[in-house]
């Protein structure tokens, strides 16, 4: 006799990691220590990093019952790009150094599993390639991809990347500004982690304007950049444009003043200024800012359906996750990024029934406490 509710077919393997944690312990024990040092640290004492995850455990969920929802639909749209739930792959940079086919399996894995994926600016494929790569694992439909962007002093080039990831099929850009400058990360500078290997680069740095043909560029970090470089790209695209970084919410009322399509509620993952409230704390301040006129996306520290499901009743339209893909990746490839991908649908499917949800539109904020 099978145990309640069990599904004999769906049984993951012997060795499957079951949750999100057990894939970053075997990623861990898979990863060059050095890799997985850039991949799980952040900046200075790393306190942001820690309070991300810490924060949505001081939150608790107060559900709702007999509400009568046989099924839940989970799916979402944003910026005309339908996805099979509201989770999404948040930008992360050198995909291949956890996986020889780095960025392209992880876009099979999106594409087949109906995830919108941000393709990092510093990604160790080029966009094209990795739009190529969605497009063989859906053929049927466009890639839901998005392009993340660095605002570069030279315009030029920034015109040449927005260029390329329209081309490749990018629905939307988005721009992340919390980084004037590096954020320090002292695990890295203890091992010497200060460039790419031999046979690995920026790729969608290659190329652009001002250098040799097959020259990659460094990305550069610039204090310049202001609104006024945001006005200049709203009116050089006609791509949706998103602002990941915005934490402030005085900033938030000023994107909405300077047209922005919508907002990652990002603290770049503990990795630039530490210290940053952890995003879910946030949360509340930055939806009252912009009064539901934009969405706003939640990024970091999510590794629970149940911290989807808390995200999304404070007010947030989606949650992007960056870690636990390569996590994913690092295991096993496409399969172990589609596992991370479907594991946490699956939690979310089982969160929001337990809330008395039928989807996420149904979550409300007096389904969260929170807890001293």
């Known amino acids: 006799m099978h145990a309640l509710g069990a ?31 850039y991949l ?11 309070d991300n995850e810490a924060a949505f455990g001081r ?20 910026f005309g790009c339908p996805a099979s739930s509201p989770v999404l792959i948040s930008p992360t940079a050198f995909h291949r150094l956890v996986h ?19 393709v990092s600016m510093a990604a160790t494929v080029a ?13 049927e439909g466009g890639p839901a991809l998005w392009f993340q962007l660095y605002l570069q002093p030279d315009r030029e080039v920034t015109e040449a990347l927005v260029a390329r990831a329209t081309a490749a099929g990018a629905r939307a850009l988005v721009v992340t500004v919390d980084s004037p400058v590096f954020g320090t990360h002292e695990r890295d500078r203890r091992n010497g982690f200060l460039d790419l290997p031999a046979g690995m680069a920026c790729e969608n740095m ?36 998103l602002l990941k970084g915005v934490v402030h919410p005085e900033d938030a009322r000023l994107a909405l003043r300077h047209g922005v399509d919508g907002l990652v509620l990002s603290n770049h993952g503990g990795r630039q200024l530490d210290t940053v ?31 989807v499901v808390k995200a999304l009743a404070l007010g947030a339209s989606a949650v992007g996750i960056g870690r636990p893909v390569l996590w994913g990746l690092a295991v096993d490839g496409e399969r172990g990024v589609r596992r991370v991908l479907d594991l946490l649908r699956d939690e979310v499917d089982t969160a929001l029934a337990l809330c008395g949800a039928a989807s996420p539109r149904d979550l409300t904020p007096d389904l969260v406490r929170g807890r001293p």
């Open 206 to 241: 290659r190329g652009l304007p001002g250098g040799e043909p097959d020259a990659v560029r460094p990305i550069a970090m610039s204090p310049r950049i202001c609104w006024a470089d945001v006005d200049w790209l709203r009116r050089s695209t006609s791509l949706p444009v």
């Open 127 to 139: 966009v094209g390639d990795i739009a190529a790569a969605a497009r063989e694992a859906a053929p």
């Open 277 to 307: 409230p952890a995003t879910i704390d946030l949360l509340p301040d930055i939806v009252a800012a912009v009064g539901g006129r934009i969405p706003v996306i939640l990024d970091g520290g999510v590794r629970r359906g149940t911290d």
């Open 59 to 78: 939150l608790s969920l107060l559900p709702r019952v007999l509400r009568g929802h046989e099924k839940r639909e989970l799916d979402v749209s944003l």
């Open 40 to 50: 799980a640290g952040g900046a200075w004492d790393e306190v942001t990093l820690r």
């Open 100 to 118: 020889p086919e780095g960025e392209r399996a992880t876009a099979r894995a999106a594409a087949a599993t109906g995830t919108i994926m941000v």
């Open 7 to 37: 599904d004999p077919a769906a049984r993951p393997g012997p060795a499957d990691p079951l949750n999100l944690r057990e894939f970053q312990a075997a990623a861990k024990s898979t990863v060059d220590p050095v890799y997985y040092d």
